[in-house]
C-alpha cells in the first residue's frame, strides 16, 4: 500500500504469477505464485530462517522444554482439529501448501499488507511479526490447552 492507502498493484509480481483479482471471492490463476513447487521456496528466496517455532537454537524459544523438530510436516489429527475449531473462533485463514498438505509459512505468517484483502485474509496482516495471529496466542490454533 501506499502512503495514500491506494494498492500498489505491481508489488503483487514479486510474488504471484499475474495481478490477483481481490473482488472476487474465489481465488483466480493470478494467485499461483511465481516459484514452482512447495510455497516456502518462495519465501526463502528472502528469507533464509532456521526451523522455528520451538526448534532447538531457533529463532525463537520454546516456553517449555519441549522441542519441535520441524513445523513443515502434515498436521495430525489433533492438530487438524484444533486449526478447524480456530477457524471457527478467529476470523483468520490457517493456509496450508497445496501440494503437500503440510503447514507452510503462510500458514503462521501473512504475506500481505492491510487493506489489501477483505475478510479472512486480512487478520494479522502488519501484525507483529506478521502472524495471523494479529495478537492472540497463534500456539493455541493449534495447540489447545
Ligand atoms: C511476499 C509475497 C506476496 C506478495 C508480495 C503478495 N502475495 Fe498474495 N499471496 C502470497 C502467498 C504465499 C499466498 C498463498 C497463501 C494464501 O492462500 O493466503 C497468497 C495468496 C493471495 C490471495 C488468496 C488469499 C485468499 O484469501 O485465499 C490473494 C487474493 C492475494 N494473494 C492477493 C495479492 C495481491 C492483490 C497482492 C499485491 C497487492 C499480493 N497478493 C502480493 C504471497 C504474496
Ligand atoms: C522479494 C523478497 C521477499 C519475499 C519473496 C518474501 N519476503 Fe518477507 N520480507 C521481505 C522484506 C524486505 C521484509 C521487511 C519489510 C519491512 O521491514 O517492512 C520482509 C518481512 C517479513 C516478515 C517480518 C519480519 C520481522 O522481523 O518482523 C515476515 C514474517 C516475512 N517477511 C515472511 C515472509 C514469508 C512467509 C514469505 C513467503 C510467502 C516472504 N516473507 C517472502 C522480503 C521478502
Ligand atoms: C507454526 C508457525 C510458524 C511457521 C510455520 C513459520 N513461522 Fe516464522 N515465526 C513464527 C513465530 C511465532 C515467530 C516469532 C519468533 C520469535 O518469537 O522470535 C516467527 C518469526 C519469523 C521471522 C522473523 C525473524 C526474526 O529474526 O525475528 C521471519 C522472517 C519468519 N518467521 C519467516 C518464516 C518463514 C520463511 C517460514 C517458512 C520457512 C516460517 N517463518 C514459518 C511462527 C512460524
Ligand atoms: C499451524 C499450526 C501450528 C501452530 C500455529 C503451532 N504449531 Fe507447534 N506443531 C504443529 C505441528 C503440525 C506439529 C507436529 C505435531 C506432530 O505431528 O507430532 C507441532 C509440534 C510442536 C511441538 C513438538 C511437541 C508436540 O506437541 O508435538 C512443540 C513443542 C510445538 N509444536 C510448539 C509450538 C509453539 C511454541 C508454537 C507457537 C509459537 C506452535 N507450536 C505453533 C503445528 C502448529
Known amino acids: 500500500m501506499n502512503d495514500e492507502g491506494e494498492v500498489l498493484w505491481g508489488v503483487c509480481l514479486v510474488c504471484h504469477k499475474g495481478v490477483p483479482d481481490t473482488s472476487v471471492d474465489k ?3 493470478a494467485i ?3 516459484v514452482g513447487g512447495e510455497y516456502k521456496n518462495l519465501c ?3 528469507h533464509t530462517v532456521k526451523k522455528h517455532p520451538a526448534a ?4 525463537s524459544g520454546s516456553m517449555s522444554d519441549i522441542y519441535a ?5 502434515e498436521p495430525n489429527k489433533i492438530i487438524s482439529l484444533n486449526m478447524r475449531l480456530s477457524l471457527k473462533e478467529v476470523y483468520t485463514l490457517l493456509p496450508l501448501d497445496p501440494e503437500t498438505g503440510k503447514v507452510t509459512c503462510v500458514t503462521c505468517h501473512n504475506p500481505h499488507e492491510k487493506g ?3 475478510g479472512r485474509g486480512d487478520w494479522g496482516a ?3 511479526r506478521r502472524l495471523r495471529s494479529e495478537g492472540l496466542e497463534i500456539c493455541q490454533y493449534c495447540h489447545r490447552k
Open 27 to 29: 481465488r483466480d490463476e
Open 32 to 34: 499461483e505464485l511465481r
Open 44 to 46: 526463502f528466496k528472502c
Open 56 to 59: 532447538k537454537g531457533s529463532i
Open 69 to 73: 523438530s520441524d513445523h513443515l510436516v
Open 116 to 118: 489489501v484483502l477483505k
Open 126 to 128: 502488519d501484525s507483529e
